[in-house]
């Protein structure tokens, strides 16, 4: 059986012709450009290497996820399409089990005494994994979005470990720092070996393929994303952490300078904070996590119109979605208030606020040289509310 088989669930894409596990042709490309425009002349250059045509395919196969969002849905829009025309059958493949099949454990230990993870970083200490026995291939732990912390206490605990059947871990894929520091912290006193460079492969991907060989009608292949959303895990976040944003208060000054210290060059002088407090035309919130404040933001208003001064998020918060909240709460209160627009100025490089200004609705209007100091650039902001 003849299987075009390919990859765009990650950073990297890729495709390949097998034929019965046999290797014809294939390309992998790390090219920093999307995939929705490398990954089709890729396929087409493949198929002129193996010298075929998509009639003379049997079918297609497509890694799934979990990954990129994005990545994984222009892989499989473009295979469905494919297929569809070609009138051929598809594979769906896991990305986390291809991953583990375009690996060799070249280390000494012996694979049958070898726990395998594949790892992929899905950020904030999370990874999507799966945990395989290296030498069968079965599977320990089942693929899903963990906590690296939490998935390291689960391999911690694993039978095979416990007893000392399996005495190595193998971790490969993105996620492999993320996890070699998780099993530091969770002291898994086994050997850990690390390869983070490892990607998937068209040979991983076939070798998946050809190991379960379940075709499907191409309108059947979907997407395997193992991911809440971001406002599902604020939302259990806020359950298990108690997050809470409310009005800035005179005892959180000292927090509130401990955060613009840690954070900001030029950090607000005292009396600016208090000013931002107490006075009628200025309103400030923080967000308390525990009952310590871990973001803040500041504005002042004249008449109908804000402007924020600092976003500031604790740096072992950043990445929650603290500060998208935190917005959206002020710019609530601005409405109630009469506020019809708001203004913020924000460092052009500063590529992770603008993103999240955007998303509250924001949007550029201008560009102030040297705003912040010589080379250092300000975008002006402005959103209607």
């Known amino acids: 059986m003849k299987i075009l088989v390919c990859d765009t669930s990650n950073q990297n894409c890729s495709a390949g012709i097998y034929e019965d596990g046999k290797e014809i042709a294939y390309e992998l490309s790390f090219e920093t450009r999307t995939h929705s425009e490398t990954f089709m002349p890729l396929v087409h250059r493949v198929m002129e290497q193996a010298g075929l045509k998509h009639e003379d395919l049997d079918a297609y196969a497509i890694t799934v996820g979990p990954g990129s969002f994005t990545g994984i849905r222009i892989g499989l829009a473009a ?31 012996a694979r049958e005494e070898t726990i395998l993870v594949p790892a992929i970083d899905a950020r904030n200490n999370r990874v999507f994994a799966r ?9 320990l732990i089942p693929e899903d979005a963990y906590d690296a912390d939490d998935l390291a206490k689960k391999i911690k605990n694993m039978p095979e470990v416990v007893y000392g059947t399996r005495r190595q871990i193998l971790v490969v894929g993105s996620g492999a720092d993320v996890m070699k520091q998780a099993f530091e912290r969770n002291k898994v006193h086994i050997n850990v070996y690390c390869a983070k460079g490892a990607a998937i492969t068209p040979k991983g991907v076939a070798g998946a393929a050809f190991a379960h060989n379940e075709l499907i009608s191409a309108r059947d292949v979907k997407a395997t994303y193992c991911a809440v959303s971001q406002a599902e895990r604020l939302r ?14 005179s005892g959180d000054v000292d927090s509130i300078m401990g ?3 840690g954070s900001i060059p030029h950090p607000w002088q005292r009396n600016e904070i208090e000013k931002l407090i107490t006075e009628d035309n200025k309103c400030a919130f923080v967000t308390e996590k525990n009952g310590h404040v ?15 001064g600092n976003v500031v998020t604790d740096e072992k918060e950043r990445g929650k979605g603290l500060a998208t909240a935190i917005l959206k709460h002020l710019l609530a209160d601005l409405k109630k208030r009469g506020v019809k627009k708001v203004y913020l100025e924000v460092e052009s490089t500063n590529s992770a606020a603008v993103a999240v200004y955007k998303k509250c609705g924001f949007k550029s209007y201008n560009i102030r040289k040297g705003y912040f100091g010589v080379g250092r650039d300000a975008i002006l902001m402005d959103c209607e509310i």
Request: hydrophobic share 40%; with cysteine.
């Open 259 to 261: 955060l613009e210290e």
């Open 236 to 249: 259990k976040n806020d359950a298990a952490e108690e997050y809470k944003i409310r009005p800035a208060e």
């Open 294 to 308: 871990v973001c803040y933001i500041g504005c002042d208003i004249v008449i109908d119109e804000g402007n924020i």
């Open 79 to 109: 295979v469905k399409g494919m297929a569809l025309a070609a009138d051929k059958p598809c594979i769906s493949v896991s990305s986390t089990e291809a991953l583990a099949r375009s690996c060799e454990n070249a280390t000494a230990t």
């Open 131 to 139: 945990v395989f026995e290296d030498d069968t291939m079965k599977t």
